[in-house]
């Protein structure tokens, strides 16, 4: 959870629905690290010696059991201070959840899911004495209510994903200060709200320029995404921004002629990826052009010879379209041009039955 960061990897966008995003928190709820029968989110204290407990002091009593496994789980990190956290979990450079299974992953695997909580809580403690420790516990303890709300949670029938989504944000902010529930979920309940909102986006700036369009989508960004766009720029890799920026102006873009259309494709290639990188993007399209051009033209050869052939043996027919493609494509791509499609084929077939 709170390894430092030195450099926040590139997050790619990709406009997930609302129903993969349950499926993939439910199986996350649902993993265990080697135990029988049992969830995380279980918070028991039906485990002797793994008890992390306060007494009637309000000081934490820790198992000597519990703190040695935890100084020997997580030696070797390199932790976030607790401002640091807040800072970067504000920002949405560090997920905390992820973060919380990351630790989770590094319990062995013969432990019990509430023992390895227990671990968790007492890494947290030692690591962060004090109001800090007591402020991160608190938070991971009202997670662990919310890992078994979760579970529990029955997808209500008639709803969009985006209602269901909004009832899931009003089930945390049952257990967490909407203060909290931001620090916790901010980005990802972000996300779903530019996806969400994303259709409407489109449809008000589809009559504006090119130019326009872009302005007005990095405005929509910032406007949803707040205090975490600068993250959300960051990580976006550079591919993803040349594709946006050539998908807003397209419409201006077709309306040209090739003489006018090229250099401005080509600038905003360059804008990117430089002039060494436009020229490779240049040669892969040119490679992908040549190559349809050579399997349209075998297809017109195939579709020719078989006109003039249409009471050929099947082997005969077969010793003939493999010869014609082995002329344009080549042994290996006539070889994979042929398994393409064979697969095609039978897809249609699958398709009419």
């Given at each position: 959870m709170l390894e430092r960061l030195k450099e926040i990897p590139p997050k790619i966008w990709l406009f997930a629905s609302g129903f993969l995003i349950l499926i993939v928190l439910i199986v996350f709820l649902l993993w265990e690290p080697g135990s029988a029968g049992r969830?995380?989110?279980?918070?028991?204290?039906?485990?002797?010696?793994?008890t992390v407990t306060q007494n009637e002091n309000g000081e934490w009593i820790i198992n000597p059991e519990i703190m040695a496994t935890s100084r020997e789980?997580?030696?070797?990190?390199?932790?976030?201070?607790?401002?640091?956290?807040l800072k970067y979990a504000a920002n949405g450079e560090l997920d905390l959840v992820s973060s919380l299974w990351e630790l989770r992953r590094k319990c062995p695997a013969d432990y019990t899911p509430e023992q390895c909580n227990e671990i968790v809580k007492a890494f947290i403690l030692e690591q962060y004495p004090g109001a800090d420790g007591e402020r991160l516990v608190g938070l991971f303890r009202k997670y662990l209510s919310?890992?078994?709300?979760?579970?529990?949670?029955?997808?209500?029938?008639?709803?969009?994903?985006?209602?269901?989504?909004?009832?899931?944000?009003?089930?945390?902010?049952?257990?967490?200060?909407d203060q909290d529930a931001k620090l916790i979920f901010g980005l990802e309940e972000a996300e779903k709200e530019f996806q969400y909102g994303y259709d409407?986006?489109?449809?008000?700036?589809?009559?504006?320029?090119?130019?326009?369009?872009?302005?007005?989508?990095?405005?929509?960004?910032?406007?949803?995404?707040?205090?975490?766009?600068?993250?959300?720029?960051?990580?976006e890799p550079k591919f993803n921004k040349y594709e946006t920026e050539l998908y807003f102006k397209e419409t201006d873009l077709n309306k040209l002629s090739a003489a006018e259309k090229d250099p401005q494709v080509r600038a905003i290639?360059?804008?990117?990826?430089?002039?060494?990188?436009?020229?490779?993007?240049?040669k892969v399209?040119?490679?992908?052009?040549?190559?349809?051009?050579?399997?349209?033209?075998?297809a017109q050869?195939?579709?020719?010879?078989?006109?003039?052939?249409?009471?050929?043996?099947?082997?005969?027919?077969?010793?003939?379209?493999?010869?014609?493609?082995?002329?344009?494509?080549g042994q290996e791509e006539a070889e994979a041009y042929g398994r393409r499609k064979a697969l095609e084929e039978d897809q249609r077939r699958l398709q009419g039955k």
């Open positions: 969830e995380f989110g279980f918070d028991g204290g039906d485990s002797p010696g793994f789980l997580y030696k070797d990190g390199q932790w976030l201070s607790y401002d640091e956290i919310y890992e078994m709300v979760l579970r529990e949670f029955e997808q209500p029938k008639g709803k969009s994903q985006e209602e269901i989504y909004e009832i899931i944000k009003k089930k945390r902010r049952e257990l967490f200060s409407q986006f489109l449809s008000e700036v589809k009559n504006l320029p090119g130019d326009k369009k872009l302005a007005r989508y990095e405005e929509y960004r910032k406007g949803v995404y707040g205090n975490y766009y600068n993250t959300i720029y960051k990580r290639r360059e804008k990117y990826f430089g002039k060494d990188g436009a020229d490779r993007i240049e399209l040119k490679e992908i052009d040549a190559e349809k051009k050579r399997e349209d033209q075998t050869e195939e579709q020719t010879w078989l006109k003039a052939h249409p009471t050929a043996r099947p082997e005969e027919r077969d010793k003939a379209l493999n010869e014609i493609r082995v002329k344009i494509l």
